[in-house]
């Protein structure tokens, strides 16, 4: 067993994973955040995408062993410190831009990372950028209107 | 109207707040302390013999508690069927033993064999690849037609072959129909497929069995959408555990589209291992285990004739499909491709003949069962196919083909050939909604510019029909169906006016949390935050029959109604007694009930709180307490309709499809939330585009399934998609529920294949392109381009 120990959403967590445990496993059974969702076993569906380090990251696709020592951002960390829902959530809410919610955390942990990296994405960036987080149920048109809405907001 | 929204209002929804936060509680959320795991060995061969299966290493692996083989589950049932189909002969369709694990034979990819239940999920998976199975390989049949052939290996040795059934409708119009078509000016054929998919909702199936030896009593946690029907079959049928002692719990699931409908044997097993092992079992599907053990959708091979009298009316519709069940049939499998489909094949037309003829065939496959239309996607692709090309044969504009054999507004109630009686409708008015949203008069001008840069551009045209509102119980009983189908809510008032609503409808994506709540504020005239839904837990909400079909609002909210109705009828007799006065001078408005045409009144709250501390009270007529139950049975189906347009934009060079735009006219009748509704619909045409375009679940002639994975199976992707373009304002209500509801959750996956291969024929056309089968992949339709040189 490894030791191993990041912060979580500004919260240090600690430890023992076998070599081959995925970040997202620690995720939700070490650290108890189940937001991170598991959706498939190739790394394609992007349901387990949050932050390492400030990057958008797929979760199955590291070992939690590898981020030792990382800082970690999830959904769980994504509303307001009064707990009020963040600029993306609540633009997601506004526009109906999730059904089941199951996909909803990596498409909200991608779009932040997305409007990091550009304030104001056209449509095609949108969709682009959106090509790694699998949604089956709103067919994405209501997901591009809310990044558009929360684009608009945060300027 | 409520200020926080009622019927008609776009209200927000409440459920998205823990969705958007990382608090929804899916299945694989839950985890029961001492738990353990259960990991499945599963087939890697679509067909063979079992001959031994020894587990003697795999036992003595780390932290192995037990391992189940079909030895554990002798005197214990199969999975059922829940749908009996008779044949075109008067015979019982031929129904073959679905074990919990394989007994004897394997007969597809990912069938169980085994399965290791231990202390973590790894060691499960470890131990369970050092079990040595020794199984003898047989011919695997995976073609429709070679496994009818006399001589066929066939997939169940008790069967007379794999012929599930062949089943005729109307038997009685065969020959009128071969009458019709044999003597018609005019006989357009079509041969097609429509292509297996994987329903794919994005949380993969979980179940968790837990056992309370000192109560003697079973907790299933499950992915569905319906659990009390999971409880009924697997407790009258498989397990014979009686419903008072086995509680079923769907908490949030992750979408469904029909796959979450069926009973597996997962959910069985997790059952019956918690017992056998005085453990919670908890076993959580991949992504890779649920490409071969969900139950797939579609696959059909249909030959479609449509015969047209010199004027372009519709004479007559005949049809022949072979339609795979897969190696066992599913719990609703049979429904499908006959009662589901074969009614659907008049459509909107005044077709007065129609035959249908399917024949069930068992294959070496994954069993095939409802995804999202379920038989209606089938019916509907046909026949808009099949007028397509009718009307471009005889040179009439697409459009207007359909308008000449459009029934009429003024038809209903409309007693079509095919069983059904449409209540209501306006296609006509729906055709020409989506001529105005989707500028079919400057269709013209962006083909000339698509020229202009080398595309080929065309525009495709289906208008559907479905039945939905799934249904009448004692006509789907006579269709062979071994369940009811009507809803049930139970309406609980608290002492101080606040309600909650226990619903045997079930949410997974559909936000009956939030559009449930608005029918019943609008109903008394309070807030809807004031009430609350409860549903996917058999030990806290009546029975019901669960959400598939497009049945939520059309029939779980019917009942919702009806029992909020006995509601307000109690508390008006409360209220006139507080008001002394008379019920029926009794008037509800705003939550106020007032005595006509005075100012005496009394608040909703008021008249809660008397039921509850009922000290000044009619004790000798009335009961105390506000709490209602209702069961709904719909009359009929609700039959929304509407008409899709796309247009596509085609890459000769490449063969490559874009979609430029895709418009939506539909008739839902009246309509709760209209955000909702169009999110419905947005969701329904990304599976259909989906369907036409990218996905395809293919095996090849050894039973392997090569579609295994999101790196093999086309996900339709944000960028495969276009915005689209939605209008729900042409609006005929339903004239036999209370609120004059349709469904909607499946409109957009029935009408949008035939709009997206309309389009791109139509944009091939001039090249003699006639047809091609989904999905129309870059080289299929290079391919198609390349054969009509």
Same mark, same amino acid.
């Given at each position: 067993?490894?030791?191993?120990?990041?912060?979580?959403?500004?919260?240090?967590?600690?430890?023992?994973?076998?070599?081959?445990?995925? /970040?997202?496993?620690? /995720?939700?059974?070490?650290?108890? /955040?189940?937001?991170?969702?598991?959706?498939?076993?190739?790394?394609?569906?992007?349901?387990?995408?949050?932050?390492?380090?400030?990057?958008?990251?797929?979760?199955?696709?590291?070992?939690?062993?590898?981020?030792?020592?990382?800082?970690?951002?999830?959904?769980?960390?994504?509303?307001?410190?009064?707990?009020?829902?963040?600029?993306?959530?609540?633009?997601?809410?506004?526009?109906?831009?999730?059904?089941?919610?199951?996909?909803?955390?990596?498409?909200?942990?991608?779009?932040?990372?997305?409007?990091?990296?550009?304030?104001?994405?056209?449509?095609?960036?949108?969709?682009?950028? /959106?090509?790694?987080?699998?949604?089956?149920?709103?067919?994405?048109?209501?997901?591009?209107?809310?990044?558009?809405?929360?684009?608009?907001?945060?300027? | 109207?409520?200020?926080?929204?009622?019927?008609?209002?776009?209200?927000?929804?409440?459920?998205?707040?823990?969705?958007?936060?990382?608090?929804?509680?899916?299945?694989?959320?839950?985890?029961?302390?001492?738990?353990?795991?259960?990991?499945?060995?599963? =087939?890697?061969?679509?067909?063979?013999?079992?001959?031994?299966?020894?587990?003697?290493?795999?036992?003595?692996?780390?932290?192995?508690? @037990?391992?189940?083989?079909?030895?554990?589950?002798?005197?214990?049932?199969?999975?059922?069927?829940?749908?009996?189909?008779?044949?075109?002969?008067?015979?019982?369709?031929?129904?073959?033993?679905?074990?919990?694990?394989?007994?004897?034979?394997?007969?597809?990819?990912?069938?169980?064999?085994?399965?290791?239940?231990?202390?973590?999920?790894?060691?499960? @998976?470890?131990?369970?690849?050092?079990?040595?199975?020794?199984?003898?390989?047989?011919?695997?049949?995976?073609? $429709?037609?070679?496994?009818?052939?006399?001589?066929?290996?066939?997939?169940?040795?008790?069967?007379?072959?794999?012929?599930?059934?062949?089943?005729?409708?109307?038997?009685?119009?065969?020959?009128?129909?071969?009458?019709?078509?044999?003597?018609?000016?005019?006989?357009?054929?079509?041969?097609?497929? #429509?292509?297996?998919?994987?329903?794919?909702?994005?949380?993969?199936?979980?179940?968790?069995?837990?056992?309370?030896?000192?109560?003697?009593?079973?907790?299933?946690?499950?992915?569905?959408? #319906?659990?009390?029907?999971? @409880?009924?079959?697997?407790?009258?049928?498989?397990?014979?555990?009686?419903?008072?002692?086995?509680?079923?719990?769907?908490?949030?699931?992750?979408?469904?589209?029909?796959?979450?409908?069926?009973?597996?044997?997962?959910?069985?097993?997790?059952?019956? +291992?918690?017992?056998?092992?005085?453990?919670?079992?908890?076993?959580?599907?991949?992504?890779?285990?649920?490409?071969?053990?969900?139950?797939?959708?579609?696959?059909?091979?249909?030959?479609?004739?449509?015969?047209?009298?010199?004027?372009?009316?519709?004479?007559?519709?005949?049809?022949?499909?072979?339609?795979?069940?897969?190696?066992?049939?599913?719990?609703?499998?049979?429904?499908?491709?006959?009662?589901?489909?074969?009614?659907?094949?008049?459509?909107?037309?005044?077709?007065?003949?129609?035959?249908?003829?399917?024949?069930?065939?068992?294959?070496?496959?994954?069993?095939?069962? +409802?995804?999202?239309?379920?038989?209606?996607?089938?019916?509907?692709?046909?026949?808009?196919?099949?007028?397509?090309?009718?009307?471009?044969?005889?040179?009439?504009?697409?459009?207007?083909?359909?308008?000449?054999?459009?029934?009429?507004?003024?038809?209903?109630?409309?007693?079509?050939?095919?069983?059904?009686?449409?209540?209501?409708?306006?296609?006509?008015?729906?055709?020409?909604?989506?001529?105005?949203?989707?500028?079919?008069?400057?269709?013209? +001008?962006?083909?000339?510019?698509?020229?202009?840069?080398?595309?080929?551009?065309?525009?495709?045209?289906?208008?559907?029909?479905?039945?939905?509102?799934?249904?009448?119980?004692?006509?789907?009983?006579?269709?062979?169906?071994?369940?009811?189908?009507?809803?049930?809510?139970?309406? @609980?008032? #608290?002492?101080?006016?606040?309600?909650?609503?226990?619903?045997? =409808?079930? =949410?997974?994506?559909?936000?009956?949390?939030?559009?449930?709540?608005?029918?019943?504020?609008?109903?008394?005239?309070?807030?809807?935050?004031?009430?609350?839904?409860?549903?996917?837990?058999?030990?806290?909400?009546?029975?019901?029959?669960?959400?598939?079909?497009?049945?939520?609002?059309?029939?779980?909210?019917?009942?919702?109604?009806?029992?909020?109705?006995?509601?307000?009828?109690?508390?008006?007799?409360? +209220?006139?007694?507080?008001?002394?006065?008379?019920?029926?001078?009794?008037?509800?408005?705003?939550?106020?009930?007032?005595?006509?045409?005075?100012?005496?009144?009394?608040?909703?709250?008021?008249?809660?709180?008397?039921?509850?501390?009922?000290?000044?009270?009619?004790?000798?007529?009335?009961?105390?307490?506000?709490?209602?139950?209702?069961?709904?049975?719909?009359?009929?189906?609700?039959?929304?309709?509407?008409?899709?347009?796309?247009?596509?934009?085609?890459?000769?060079?490449?063969?490559?499809?874009?979609?430029?735009?895709?418009?939506?006219?539909?008739?839902?009748?009246?309509?709760?939330?209209?955000?909702?509704?169009?999110?419905?619909?947005?969701?329904?045409?990304?599976?259909?585009?989906?369907?036409?375009?990218?996905?395809?679940?293919?095996?090849?002639? #050894?039973?392997?399934?090569?579609?295994?994975?999101?790196?093999?199976?086309? $996900?339709?992707?944000?960028?495969?998609?276009?915005?689209?373009?939605?209008?729900?304002?042409?609006?005929?209500?339903?004239?036999?529920?209370?609120?004059?509801?349709?469904?909607?959750?499946?409109?957009?996956?029935?009408?949008?294949?035939?709009?997206?291969?309309?389009?791109?024929?139509?944009?091939?056309?001039?090249?003699?392109?006639?047809?091609?089968?989904?999905?129309?992949?870059?080289?299929?339709?290079?391919?198609?381009?390349?054969?009509?040189?």
């Amino acid at each position: 067993m490894i030791s191993v120990t990041m912060t979580v959403n500004g919260k240090p967590v600690s430890g023992a994973v076998e070599g081959r445990t995925l /970040l997202v496993d620690f /995720l939700r059974e070490t650290a108890g /955040l189940t937001g991170t969702h598991v959706g498939c076993d190739t790394s394609q569906c992007g349901a387990c995408t949050i932050h390492v380090n400030g990057r958008a990251v797929k979760s199955c696709t590291m070992l939690a062993a590898e981020a030792d020592g990382a800082e970690i951002a999830t959904i769980e960390g994504m509303a307001n410190p009064d707990g009020s829902l963040g600029v993306i959530q609540a633009a997601f809410k506004e526009h109906h831009g999730l059904q089941c919610g199951f996909c909803t955390p990596g498409m909200v942990m991608s779009a932040a990372s997305l409007l990091a990296e550009n304030r104001n994405p056209s449509e095609a960036e949108i969709r682009e950028y /959106l090509e790694g987080n699998i949604c089956r149920c709103t067919g994405y048109h209501n997901i591009v209107k809310a990044i558009q809405a929360a684009a608009a907001q945060l300027g | 109207m409520p200020a926080d929204g009622g019927i008609g209002a776009s209200t927000r929804r409440r459920e998205d707040v823990r969705f958007l936060t990382g608090k929804g509680q899916y299945t694989d959320d839950i985890n029961i302390r001492g738990q353990a795991y259960v990991h499945f060995l599963r =087939s890697d061969i679509a067909h063979g013999k079992i001959n031994n299966i020894d587990t003697s290493d795999a036992e003595n692996m780390p932290g192995v508690i @037990r391992i189940f083989t079909s030895k554990d589950f002798e005197g214990v049932g199969g999975v059922p069927c829940g749908w009996q189909v008779t044949d075109r002969f008067g015979q019982p369709m031929q129904e073959p033993k679905h074990p919990v694990l394989a007994e004897g034979k394997v007969r597809h990819v990912g069938e169980p064999i085994a399965a290791v239940v231990a202390e973590t999920r790894e060691q499960a @998976r470890d131990a369970a690849e050092a079990i040595i199975v020794d199984i003898e390989e047989l011919p695997a049949v995976i073609d $429709m037609k070679a496994a009818l052939q006399d001589g066929a290996t066939k997939v169940h040795d008790d069967l007379t072959g794999n012929l599930c059934f062949d089943w005729g409708f109307v038997e009685e119009n065969r020959e009128a129909v071969d009458e019709a078509i044999r003597n018609a000016a005019h006989v357009t054929t079509l041969e097609l497929t #429509n292509n297996r998919l994987v329903a794919n909702p994005m949380e993969p199936r979980v179940a968790i069995g837990d056992y309370d030896a000192a109560r003697d009593e079973h907790t299933l946690y499950t992915t569905s959408q #319906n659990p009390h029907v999971i @409880r009924l079959l697997m407790g009258a049928f498989v397990l014979g555990i009686p419903e008072n002692k086995l509680r079923v719990i769907a908490p949030d699931v992750g979408g469904g589209f029909g796959t979450k409908i069926f009973h597996y044997q997962e959910e069985a097993f997790c059952t019956f +291992a918690a017992k056998a092992v005085n453990r919670p079992v908890k076993w959580t599907s991949s992504r890779s285990e649920a490409f071969m053990s969900d139950a797939h959708g579609r696959d059909h091979v249909t030959k479609i004739e449509l015969a047209l009298d010199e004027n372009g009316k519709f004479l007559a519709v005949r049809t022949d499909t072979y339609a795979n069940m897969g190696a066992y049939l599913s719990t609703f499998a049979p429904s499908v491709p006959t009662w589901l489909h074969g009614t659907l094949m008049a459509g909107n037309y005044t077709t007065p003949l129609v035959y249908v003829n399917v024949k069930a065939v068992f294959t070496n496959t994954v069993p095939v069962d +409802a995804y999202r239309g379920a038989g209606r996607p089938e019916a509907t692709f046909q026949l808009e196919r099949v007028i397509d090309k009718a009307a471009r044969e005889l040179g009439i504009d697409p459009i207007e083909l359909r308008r000449r054999n459009f029934i009429q507004p003024d038809q209903y109630p409309y007693a079509t050939p095919v069983a059904l009686e449409y209540d209501t409708g306006n296609y006509p008015a729906t055709m020409d909604k989506l001529v105005e949203i989707a500028d079919i008069k400057g269709f013209a +001008a962006r083909k000339a510019e698509s020229e202009s840069r080398g595309k080929k551009r065309g525009l495709g045209i289906a208008h559907y029909i479905e039945a939905c509102g799934i249904a009448p119980s004692n006509l789907v009983g006579q269709l062979g169906a071994r369940a009811g189908l009507y809803e049930s809510a139970t309406v @609980r008032v #608290n002492p101080t006016g606040g309600l909650v609503v226990m619903t045997g =409808s079930h =949410s997974h994506g559909q936000g009956h949390e939030t559009t449930f709540p608005q029918v019943v504020a609008e109903m008394i005239g309070i807030d809807a935050g004031m009430v609350e839904i409860v549903h996917g837990d058999t030990a806290n909400t009546p029975m019901g029959m669960g959400t598939y079909g497009s049945r939520s609002i059309a029939v779980g909210g019917s009942a919702i109604v009806r029992a909020t109705e006995k509601i307000i009828a109690k508390a008006r007799k409360i +209220a006139a007694h507080l008001l002394e006065a008379s019920d029926e001078d009794i008037e509800l408005k705003d939550g106020q009930f007032t005595v006509k045409g005075t100012d005496k009144s009394v608040a909703w709250g008021d008249v809660c709180l008397a039921a509850y501390v009922p000290h000044n009270y009619p004790l000798e007529d009335l009961e105390p307490g506000l709490e209602e139950t209702a069961f709904y049975d719909p009359a009929n189906f609700v039959y929304p309709a509407g008409a899709y347009a796309c247009e596509v934009e085609v890459d000769p060079e490449t063969g490559k499809v874009e979609i430029m735009s895709f418009c939506a006219a539909d008739d839902f009748g009246n309509i709760i939330n209209p955000m909702i509704v169009e999110g419905q619909v947005h969701g329904g045409l990304a599976q259909g585009i989906g369907q036409a375009l990218l996905e395809h679940c293919v095996y090849d002639e #050894n039973g392997q399934l090569v579609s295994g994975s999101y790196m093999d199976y086309a $996900m339709p992707r944000a960028d495969d998609l276009p915005s689209f373009v939605t209008d729900t304002s042409c609006q005929t209500p339903c004239t036999h529920n209370p609120l004059g509801v349709k469904g909607c959750g499946e409109a957009g996956a029935i009408g949008a294949p035939p709009a997206v291969v309309n389009a791109v024929v139509d944009a091939l056309a001039d090249m003699g392109v006639t047809h091609i089968d989904m999905p129309l992949t870059p080289a299929r339709v290079w391919s198609a381009i390349q054969a009509a040189k």
